[in-house]
């Protein structure tokens, strides 16, 4: 089993709608976690931060966690043809800094 | 902002070459990484530091080695290369250990090994 998973995807979704990415880990002693987007040819870049269950907005963006089920999720509220890129999740095991990264899933959200 | 930067975006060597790829950070970040990326595998970490001459393996340090003489850069030499170190490689810096820093990646290389 990876230590985070993502499906792959591609997510195609309609402009407006609702996206929604998922993430799973298998270290229970997780601290942090961490959404960043990748647009083709492009470094990563970070979009959203979760540390506590729950829900956290931040404009068109909610991050969703769930310790319990270890599990955490991104939605992107009014999709864009602009939100169109590879969105990667990220976990830090607290061990100094150290992410380990899902393989990322392909949104594509058309006109 | 935090600028990291890689030497090359591109780069085209031979099977046997000794590589070194570059990364400079700006900011006096105690961490640093390098990471490979591949199609369908997300992020693999290679290897990170905390300090100036201080390097630990992350999950695929074989046939990679890497230096920090300096604290604002860290080298990611490839020894003798291999067609399957083909991939983008992607260098980052972090502030501190804690768990709420925020990673900074460079503009990554794209390393093509014939």
């Known amino acids: 089993q990876k230590e985070v998973e993502q499906n792959s995807g591609p997510l195609s979704v309609p402009e407006g709608a609702i996206a929604s990415l998922n993430c799973t880990y298998s270290?229970?002693?997780?601290?942090?976690f961490f959404w960043y987007r990748q647009y083709s040819g492009k470094s990563p870049e970070l979009i959203m931060s979760i540390y506590s269950n729950g829900d956290k907005e931040d404009g068109r963006f909610t991050a969703q966690l769930n310790k319990a089920s270890q599990y955490v999720s991104l939605l992107i509220r009014d999709s864009q043809p602009s939100d169109s890129a590879t969105y990667l999740c990220a976990v830090n095991r607290n061990q100094g800094g150290k992410l380990i990264f899902g393989q990322g899933t392909e949104l594509s959200v058309k006109p | 902002d935090v600028k990291v930067t890689q030497s090359s975006r591109y780069l085209v060597k031979r099977t046997g070459e000794k590589v070194f790829l570059e990364c400079v950070q700006d900011m006096d970040h105690e961490n640093m990484f390098w990471y490979r990326q591949d199609p369908g595998l997300g992020l693999r970490l290679i290897y990170f530091s905390y300090d100036v001459k201080m390097k630990e393996k992350g999950d695929i340090p074989e046939g990679y080695s890497v230096s920090r003489e300096k604290k604002e850069r860290f080298s990611l030499i490839l020894e003798s290369a291999s067609t399957n170190q083909t991939s983008m490689y992607l260098c980052?810096?972090?502030?501190?250990?804690?768990?709420?820093?925020?990673?900074?990646f460079g503009s990554g290389t794209q390393l093509s090994v014939l």
């Open positions: 980052a810096s972090l502030r501190g250990a804690a768990t709420n820093e925020k990673l900074f």
């Open positions: 270290d229970r002693g997780s601290q942090s």
